[in-house]
């Protein structure tokens, strides 16, 4: 009977979003609210996190930010940190551990935190290394793998992604 009623719960909002919004959702989004999770996490107002996030050790979020499905937000190692205004985008790995020394040699875990300041995009799919600083107002295209520092205004592509600036033309035609 309790899971008769839990389907029904659940295929009422799925219709009610389908119609709403025209979209499907992974299953866990139907039962657990974006915004809440976030709250949950302790991370700051505006911001929402798809429920299918993996969300490891010291993790802090700070406003309005969109925070999309499949992604990992590890701060196992020393934390990661991630300002107000960002976007991190499906498929967004973003990592302050590596195993691979532990794997080939027996070391133990590397670890380094990870900083992302405000107003920061990071496109599908890309990875974040360990030990990284990323400042404010920056993009990060699509499938890139980021392993240096990018300073603010400056936009950064590829594997190992290549750092370019914004310039004052491009942000002049805004
Ligand atoms: C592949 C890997 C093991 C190489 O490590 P490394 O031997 O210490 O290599 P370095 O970091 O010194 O990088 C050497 C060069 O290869 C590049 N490079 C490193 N990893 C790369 C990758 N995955 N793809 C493309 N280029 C890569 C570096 O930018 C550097 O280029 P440069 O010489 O032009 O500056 C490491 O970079 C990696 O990808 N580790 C996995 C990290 C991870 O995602 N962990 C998740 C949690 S377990």
């Known amino acids: 009977m309790i899971s008769f009623l839990k389907q029904l719960l ?3 909002s799925r219709k009610k979003i389908k119609s709403r919004f025209n ?3 992974p299953s866990g989004d139907y039962i657990f609210d974006r915004w809440e999770k976030a709250r949950f996490a302790g991370f700051g107002e505006g911001t929402s996190v798809y429920d299918s996030c993996l969300i490891l050790g010291d993790v802090k979020v700070g406003k309005n930010c969109w925070i999309g499905p499949y992604t990992i937000l ?3 190692g020393h934390g990661l940190e991630i300002g107000d205004n960002c976007n ?8 302050t551990h590596d195993t691979t020394k532990t794997v080939l040699y027996g070391k133990s875990i590397q670890q380094a935190p990870v900083k992302i300041g405000n107003n920061v995009y990071i ?3 890309s990875i974040i290394s360990m030990g990284v600083t990323i400042a404010n ?3 990060i295209g699509t499938q890139s ?3 240096r520092d990018i300073p603010d205004w400056h936009k950064a592509y590829g ?8 310039t004052q033309e491009e942000q002049n035609q805004q």
């Open 137 to 139: 107002f920056v993009v």
């Open 145 to 147: 793998f980021v392993n």
């Open 159 to 166: 594997t190992p992604a290549k750092i370019f600036p914004i």
């Open 10 to 12: 659940f295929f009422n």
């Open 23 to 25: 979209r499907i959702l």
């Open 88 to 95: 991190i985008s499906s498929g967004v790995h973003i990592y």
């Open 74 to 76: 590890d701060g196992s």
């Open 123 to 125: 496109g599908p799919n």
